[in-house]
């Protein structure tokens, strides 16, 4: 065999370890799942730079579906070509998928959830503590300029005032770069590469439309497929707006699901890692076992590998134009100022008491201090947990604690 199919080989059982590794350790939702990305690809394995990494997170928050599934296929494609795009999405997903799949069968079958409070206790300041790193990190290529810190600020204002996060991501962009063309004098703005954008998202919303009618008809696998495949390709922003689109839908609208049930499914993408829309798996099992959990999240991800796909290509030429880098560097600007605002919203259920933000602190310190790889702290951020609510201290700590 040629040395390129062995080095072709060699990069591709690279990126399947790396997300396996990842989809079975990645707690705490997008921003930590992404936090942790950086960490492998950027400053351990250095398969791109913190700028190209940049890019790809603001061309990821430009389409719609999960935003850390499609950064893993993303580096994927960018580091072993289309295998590499399947094979990273896939071993991201698949351990989420098959531990979801367990807790849906014990629900199924003993009608409630394993307890994973002693889990989430431990692991939740861990979580943190990454994502504050990894905005320490990239805040340095990001905000390189004093226009891009003070769109930063103005999209944290934004943000908290409630405003659509696409709206944010898109006029910062444009904002930076109509700013960029009447500094050097050029009429030409961000327009110019708009028309390589809007093909992607206005096949996401034909393909809401075909959802929409189909996930209209009684129960099936392939009415349930449509319904998914329409959230994957019309969902931007958190797990919180799955919430939002699956209530609608499936409680008020259709009556597949009770609302006791999608609390449930909720908390299941909630208590494991890898990807939150592996919700769908558990949702897919509840309503047809297997076949439903197998049919559900194929459909909600298969939207992620298209969209990655067709826009890939793109961020590279992007990034030579003028006027279409300078968008991009509004995008990520944005994107990271977003970032801290999550990690914001996580600390109010993060740091619930005194031993929590001790595990936070000692976290940050470890990460910021001596780099230490995330993956051991987020092993002993459970074990704390599950030691300490086993001993019921959390519960004690709590009733003593100042943040109560």
Same mark, same amino acid.
């Given at each position: ?185 050029? &009429?030409?703005? /961000?327009?110019? !590469?708009?028309? @390589? ?5 206005? #096949?996401?919303? *034909?393909?809401?439309? $075909? ?109 030579? &134009?003028?006027? /279409?880098?300078? !968008?991009?560097? @509004? ?5 990271? #100022?977003?970032? *801290?605002?999550?990690? $914001? ?60």
């Amino acid at each position: 065999m040629s040395k390129q199919g062995n080095s072709s080989r060699t990069r591709l059982s690279e990126v399947a370890c790396l997300f396996l590794k990842l989809g079975i350790t990645a707690f705490g939702g997008p921003a930590a799942h992404i936090a942790m990305m950086e960490d492998e690809v950027v400053r351990r394995r250095r398969w791109i730079t913190q700028e190209e990494f940049l890019d790809l997170l603001g061309a990821t928050n430009l389409i719609p579906g999960p935003n850390s599934t499609e950064m893993a296929i993303h580096i994927g494609h960018r580091q072993a070509g289309f295998a590499g795009l399947l094979v990273a999405g896939g071993f991201f997903i698949l351990p989420a998928a098959l531990i979801v799949g367990a807790l849906s069968w014990a629900y199924v079958s003993f009608g409630s959830l394993p307890q994973a409070e002693g889990v989430l206790y431990g692991v939740k300041p861990v979580v943190l503590a990454i994502v504050l790193q990894a905005i320490w990190r990239l805040a340095r290529s990001a905000l390189k300029t004093r226009l891009l810190w003070m769109m930063g600020a103005a999209t944290v204002l934004l943000s908290y005032l409630g405003v659509n996060e696409l709206a944010i991501l898109f006029g910062t962009g444009a904002v930076v770069a109509a700013s960029k063309s009447i500094i050097s004098g050029k &009429s030409a703005g /961000a327009a110019g !590469f708009m028309p @390589g954008i809007w093909p992607g998202i206005s #096949a996401a919303t *034909a393909t809401a439309t $075909v959802g929409t009618a189909a996930a209209a008809a009684p129960f099936g696998l392939w009415p349930m497929f449509l319904f998914f495949v329409k959230i994957g390709s019309v969902l931007f922003g958190s797990g919180y707006v799955l919430l939002v689109f699956l209530r609608a839908d499936l409680v008020d609208r259709l009556h597949w699901l009770t609302e006791g049930q999608l609390l449930d499914a909720v908390a299941i993408g909630q208590i494991t890692p890898g990807p939150v829309f592996t919700t769908a798996t558990f949702i897919g099992y509840v309503l047809s076992g297997i076949p439903g959990a197998l049919v559900a999240t194929a459909g909600i991800f298969l939207p992620a590998f298209f969209f990655v796909a067709v826009s890939g290509p793109l961020v590279p030429r992007l990034r030579r &134009s003028p006027a /279409a880098g300078a !968008f991009l560097d @509004g995008v990520n600007a944005a994107s990271l #100022a977003l970032m *801290a605002v999550v990690m $914001v919203q996580l600390a109010h259920t993060a740091m619930v008491d005194y031993a929590t933000i001790a595990i936070g602190v000692a976290a940050a310190a470890l990460l910021l201090r001596y780099n230490l790889n995330s993956t051991w702290l987020i092993l002993g951020g459970t074990i704390a947990g599950m030691l300490i609510h086993i001993t019921n201290l959390d519960d004690w700590l709590k009733s003593v604690s100042f943040l109560k």
